[in-house]
């Protein structure tokens, strides 16, 4: 983690003190939700879906073989 100062009016400062937020944790919440998701934070979901993926896949292409052969090809 890299160390930044932040300047915040009085009265923010008092909220801050009021509620014990942790303003660390606010301030990045907030940055991250106006940057652009990186290549892998958007690859990341793909990557945890991935093994379902598969198993959706063999199982479909069980049910479009017998498609295929109840129905004839359609080309």
Known sequence: MERKNVTIREDQSEWVDETGIN???LVQEAI???MEPTETALAE???E?????AETN?????VS???N???GDHE
């Open 32 to 34: 991250d939700e106006q």
């Open 65 to 67: 073989a017998e498609a």
């Open 23 to 25: 303003l660390s944790q």
């Open 49 to 53: 879906n991935a093994a379902h993926a």
């Open 69 to 71: 052969e109840r129905l």
């Open 58 to 62: 063999a199982d479909w292409s069980g």
């Open 45 to 47: 979901p793909y990557a």
